[in-house]
């Protein structure tokens, strides 16, 4: 899509701090094409990425909470990429928020991890069948709590980490509501006995919507980037990795504020935003803005910069941001998603693309572009990927309130 070629009707500009953005309104007609991956069941709530068979494509794996399902969805080839995916239903839970895909004891087939909330409040493994021939087989798979987690908190998402150097891999995990927290399951020798995972609480949170593991103070060992929606201690924060002392008090981890204790943030993505090879933390928000803190120094104990864009079309309800090259213009762009706003309906997954990008000095400038149709009003996670390998990045993401299920959009500058 071509800026020539957009038809502006009206054009608002806002200068709020370093950052200007441009909407532009075009009648709505610019949508991405829409290529559904699976629609088989109700209330998609999220995708996350992993190559689950070693084809060298991206996999896909999906809670539906109101359908109360976890699917994985396998990557077809490009020959049959815009239409529906071969999936396996690999466990039934109730209230499912959030399911990861790992190998979770190290036998070569790729499992799932999912979080409930609702009344079941439990964390469950989905072991996977280890032979190939037989992962979409949903008779062979096995669905068992792991212990420590039943019945305590309204879990909401789990990170794949290895956090204390022995064993197999652990789970940074996080929730919402009475109890809520960010805290680690520690795995043990045998990842298999779930009854000895230990779990460690870390943070008293509010509602966790984002974890992202990531060397923040370049010691080496990865901390966990978190955005809290609500309570007393919302906001950006990240917790720092103790390093050696994890072993003797495995739950101290330093905390440090960023930002964005004044609004209501949502999923966040991380990203060298303005080009000075720093990475910058992107926010999504329900005050119809988007936070950008921006990082002046690549010291141990870093320092942000606060920067705001306007959300596009002025819609309140941000929920998902993701950072990518869209245009192939060599800047990084920003994807947008949204829940459900009162008033005429607005594309609910829009780009800003980044017009200006020369460093914080000289600030940034962005232009609204559609994506979305009208069609669905409360989108979720989003993930950036060259999905049909015509060299440009795709989007996928959900929509639970109109139930267009798991799809994604296809870009159109190749």
């Given at each position: 899509m071509q800026r020539d070629f957009v038809v502006i009707a009206t054009v608002l500009w806002c200068l709020v701090a370093n950052a200007v953005i441009v909407v532009a309104d075009d009648g709505f007609s610019k949508a991405w094409q829409r290529h559904t991956i699976d629609d088989s069941s109700r209330g998609a709530d999220g995708a996350r990425l992993l190559d689950v068979n070693g084809d060298g494509q991206l996999d896909l794996v999906t809670p539906w909470e109101e359908g109360g399902e976890i699917h994985v969805c396998l990557h077809p080839g490009d020959a049959a990429v815009d239409k529906p995916w071969p999936l396996v239903v690999v466990g039934r839970v109730a209230s499912p928020e959030d399911a990861v895909l790992v190998d979770l004891d190290g036998d070569g087939a790729v499992d799932v991890v999912s979080s409930c909330e609702g009344a079941l409040r439990s964390m469950f493994v989905h072991w996977a069948p280890r032979a190939k021939e037989d992962y979409l087989d949903a008779a062979k798979w096995e669905t068992v709590a792991i212990p420590v987690t039943e019945s305590k908190q309204a879990w909401m998402y789990a990170l794949p980490m290895q956090i204390d150097g022995r064993n197999g891999i652990d789970l940074m995990v996080a929730s919402k509501g009475q109890q809520a927290s960010v805290g680690w399951l520690q795995a043990p020798s045998n990842?298999?006995?779930?009854?000895?995972?230990?779990?460690?609480?870390?943070?008293?949170?509010?509602?966790?919507?984002?974890?992202?593991?990531?060397?923040?103070?370049?010691?080496?060992?990865?901390?966990?980037?978190?955005?809290?929606?609500?309570?007393?201690?919302?906001?950006?924060?990240?917790?720092?990795?103790?390093?050696?002392?994890?072993?003797?008090?495995?739950?101290?981890?330093?905390?440090?504020?960023?930002?964005?204790?004044?609004?209501?943030?949502?999923?966040?993505?991380?990203?060298?935003?303005?080009?000075?090879?720093?990475?910058?933390?992107?926010?999504?928000?329900?005050?119809?803005?988007?936070?950008?803190?921006?990082?002046?120094?690549?010291?141990?104990?870093?320092?942000?910069?606060?920067?705001?864009?306007?959300?596009?079309?002025?819609?309140?309800?941000?929920?998902?941001?993701?950072?990518?090259?869209?245009?192939?213009?060599?800047?990084?762009?920003?994807?947008?998603?949204?829940?459900?706003?009162?008033?005429?309906?607005?594309?609910?997954?829009?780009?800003?693309?980044?017009?200006?990008?020369?460093?914080?000095?000289?600030?940034?400038?962005?232009?609204?572009?559609?994506?979305?149709?009208?069609?669905?009003?409360?989108?979720?996670?989003?993930?950036?990927?060259?999905?049909?390998?015509?060299?440009?990045?795709?989007?996928?993401?959900?929509?639970?309130?109109?139930?267009?299920?798991?799809?994604?959009?296809?870009?159109?500058?190749?």
């Open positions: 990842p298999r006995d779930l009854a000895a995972w230990k779990y460690h609480r870390l943070y008293d949170a509010g509602w966790v919507m984002s974890l992202i593991a990531t060397d923040v103070n370049h010691d080496g060992k990865d901390d966990v980037l978190v955005s809290d929606r609500k309570g007393p201690n919302r906001g950006v924060l990240w917790l720092e990795h103790p390093g050696r002392k994890i072993r003797s008090a495995p739950n101290v981890w330093a905390e440090h504020r960023i930002g964005g204790n004044s609004h209501e943030v949502m999923f966040i993505d991380v990203a060298d935003v303005n080009g000075d090879d720093r990475e910058d933390i992107v926010v999504a928000t329900h005050q119809a803005e988007i936070l950008l803190f921006m990082r002046e120094e690549n010291s141990q104990q870093p320092i942000w910069k606060r920067d705001v864009v306007p959300a596009p079309y002025g819609l309140m309800k941000g929920k998902s941001v993701a950072v990518g090259d869209l245009d192939l213009d060599g800047l990084l762009d920003i994807v947008h998603s949204t829940e459900p706003n009162s008033g005429p309906r607005r594309p609910g997954v829009t780009w800003l693309k980044n017009l200006i990008n020369d460093g914080a000095q000289k600030g940034l400038e962005f232009d609204v572009r559609q994506m979305s149709s009208l069609a669905g009003q409360k989108f979720d996670l989003l993930q950036l990927m060259d999905v049909d390998h015509d060299g440009d990045l795709d989007v996928i993401t959900c929509e639970e309130r109109d139930n267009l299920g798991l799809f994604w959009y296809e870009n159109p500058h190749r």
